[in-house]
């Protein structure tokens, strides 16, 4: 069977980590989110932790280097042998080209990208009402995906957060870096012909149904 090596593309609050989440149990490869694995590092205090903890409260994106050493070793893992869902890796050019250097080096397939396209007002509406569970890192949206009982994670029972980078500030901070740095990455594998592109707007099943018709 081909490998199932995508990344997912869009701007932040897209739905790339709940669209990857649905992906992955459907096609039985790993949803690898870099934004989860910085926050678990932030939250345990780790030497990485404490290096992307300011840049990322910021909205701006952590050093390229920072980043290449835990994407390669997360897919090096066994279980990224049928395929892996990057969310939010690559950032900008600079990571597509180290991505190829990697999957070269492991001996995988190139990767096709699925880009959610959604436009800016409605990111920051939707972002502005994302809580977050600050210790399993559960997400819920207060208009349409709220917990059970308000404020508290219906999965561990911890008070619901606003992430720092969720205040409004910082999802405009986010979107000015989206569109001079990893919106780029759209052309860059559209030229390889390895980009597909669907609404992000509807809602999530209506995004998963398009996803799942555009990657056959
Ligand atoms: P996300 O959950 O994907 O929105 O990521 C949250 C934050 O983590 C971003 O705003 C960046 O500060 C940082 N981050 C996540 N992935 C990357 C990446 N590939 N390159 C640089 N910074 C990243």
Same mark, same amino acid.
């Given at each position: 069977m081909t490998a199932r090596n995508m990344v997912l593309l869009g701007p932040p609050g897209a739905g790339k980590g709940t669209q990857a989440k649905e992906l992955s149990a459907r096609l039985g490869v790993?949803?690898?989110?870099?934004?989860?694995?910085?926050?678990? !590092? =932030?939250? %345990?205090?780790t030497p990485l932790g404490l290096?992307?903890? !300011? =840049?990322? %409260?910021s909205g701006g994106l952590v050093s390229d280097e920072l980043l290449t050493g835990i994407v390669k070793e997360r897919l090096a893992k066994g279980d990224c042998g049928p395929g892996f869902i990057l969310d939010g890796y690559p950032r900008n050019l600079s990571q597509a080209a180290i991505l190829e250097g990697i999957l070269k080096e492991l001996g995988k397939e190139a990767v096709r990208a699925v880009e959610l396209e959604?436009?800016?007002e409605v990111i920051v509406s939707r972002l502005s009402s994302r809580r977050?569970?600050?210790s399993c890192g559960a997400v819920y949206n207060v208009v349409t995906s709220p917990p059970k009982s308000p404020g508290v994670c219906d999965k561990c029972g911890t008070s619901l957060t606003l992430r720092e980078d969720d205040k409004e500030d910082v999802i405009r901070e986010r979107?000015?870096?989206?569109?001079?740095?990893t919106a780029p990455l759209s052309q860059h594998f559209r030229s390889r012909g390895a980009l597909l592109s669907v609404p992000g707007d509807?809602?999530?099943e209506d995004v998963l149904r398009d996803v799942q018709k555009a990657i056959g």
């Open positions: 790993p949803h690898i989110s870099t934004g989860d694995m910085l926050r678990e !590092a =932030v939250r %345990e205090g290096k992307a903890k !300011a =840049v990322m %409260e959604v436009a800016d977050s569970c600050p979107l000015r870096v989206y569109h001079e740095k509807g809602r999530p």
